[in-house]
């Protein structure tokens, strides 16, 4: 799928008003756009990172080739990854097996909780984690509500569970614009995202048939 996307932007805020909760500190297109390195030079130990549409598109059963480049690549860069998602307990285990990596064995995201326990698997302090995922009601706000570092990406495609679609994309789509138009975020960034997710979806993408699970 072509996307369309702006350029890749960092931001550090400052916690304090709840509408920060959502604001992720870096935003870039896809997993390869993270300078890995210099997470690890600023003291990042861990990634926790999501499986649908930010590792590998919603509906693979397994990891593509970009997925185990990625763990490579944060093996290299003295990283340990943490699969932490709200997918099925089954298709976290295959996942993270085919990976090599620990995952969440349950807990649901944005629970606070769930991202510290993240973190303990691999005996990372919150501060030394970094949540690396495609949608900001799950994995920034939970990740900011943890205190970690968190690494919003765009969705690999435009299929998606029915929850997602149905109540938690329109919902985004609504911050996104108005954190936009306050200027908590790039205009032309989150223009880029929505304007990409929309064709996505008018496009359509050929359905595997398959359901995470
Ligand atoms: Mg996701």
């Known amino acids: ?4 996307n702006g350029p890749s932007a960092s931001y550090t805020l400052p916690a304090a008003a709840p509408w920060q909760l959502l604001v ?5 297109d896809d997993l390869e756009a993270i300078d890995l390195d210099r997470l690890g030079r600023h003291g990042i130990r861990c990634l926790l990172v999501d ?5 590998i598109p919603w509906g693979e059963p397994l990891p593509d080739a970009r997925a185990y480049r990625f763990v490579e690549r944060a093996r290299r860069a003295g990283l340990q990854v943490v699969i932490l998602s709200n997918a099925r307990r089954g298709r976290r285990a295959a996942v993270a097996a ?3 990596v620990p995952a969440v064995r349950s807990g649901f995201k944005p629970r606070r909780s769930v991202f510290l326990a993240a973190a303990a698997l691999v005996g990372c302090r919150p501060e030394q984690a970094a949540v690396v ?5 799950t994995d920034v ?3 900011r509500r943890a205190g970690m570092f ?6 690999l495609g435009a299929e998606e569970s029915l929850l997602t679609r149905a109540i938690t994309r329109p919902v985004e789509r609504a911050v996104l614009r108005w954190l936009a138009r306050r200027g908590r975020l790039p205009a032309a960034r989150v223009q880029a995202r929505l304007a990409g997710r929309r064709r996505s979806v008018q496009q359509g993408r050929p359905g595997t048939g398959r359901r995470p699970g």
């Open 98 to 100: 085919a990976l090599g």
């Open 51 to 55: 499986i649908d549409n930010t590792l």
């Open 1 to 4: 799928m072509q996307r369309s």
């Open 24 to 28: 992720p500190d870096l935003w870039v």
């Open 133 to 137: 995922g495609d949608q900001l009601w």
């Open 141 to 143: 706000l939970g990740g």
């Open 150 to 155: 968190t690494i919003l990406v765009d969705p």
